[in-house]
């Protein structure tokens, strides 16, 4: 199980220097991502991506859930009302349109959530067009403590702003 930490970091020279710290202590880049106002220079850092800048994942989440239901319902209608052979309820279709609504939620959804801003990063909007850099560490439960520590004795200009007990699997 991983958690996400977060931190504030004054600028690109002490984002680099943070980075290469991480690298030392043994975290790959893979879980290093930093965020910064649009056009900032980001040489050298692994900047995060739109799954973890964007409400895509949870869109699409809530697309499959919704989707799926509504599909599931018009198939329960659509076999009773409609059936194809006989005068018999088609309950096939209740599985066929659940299987087609959730696939089509959870694309509509996630255009939608591609283009939104995450909510998980909301309230770092006001420090980031500041022109702070936000730092995202994924670290195992049993690294936090150890990483917190290593970033405040050999960062003492970053801010600590807490951790994420929950990351999304995928971003």
Known sequence: MRRRIYWLLPDLASARRTMD??????????????VAREGSDMTGLHTAN???????IRAAQ????????????????????FPIFGDSPQWGMVAVLAIVGAGFGAWASSMIGISTPSSRLKRFEPAIEQGQILLMVDVPRSRVEEIEERLQALHPEAHFEGVEPNIPAFP
């Open 62 to 81: 809530a697309g499959l859930v919704i989707g799926g239901s509504v599909g599931a319902m018009l198939g329960v209608l659509a076999a009773i009302f």
């Open 21 to 34: 710290d991480l690298l030392l202590a043994r975290i790959s880049e893979p879980n290093i991502h930093f």
């Open 50 to 56: 739109v799954l973890q800048t964007s409400d895509v």
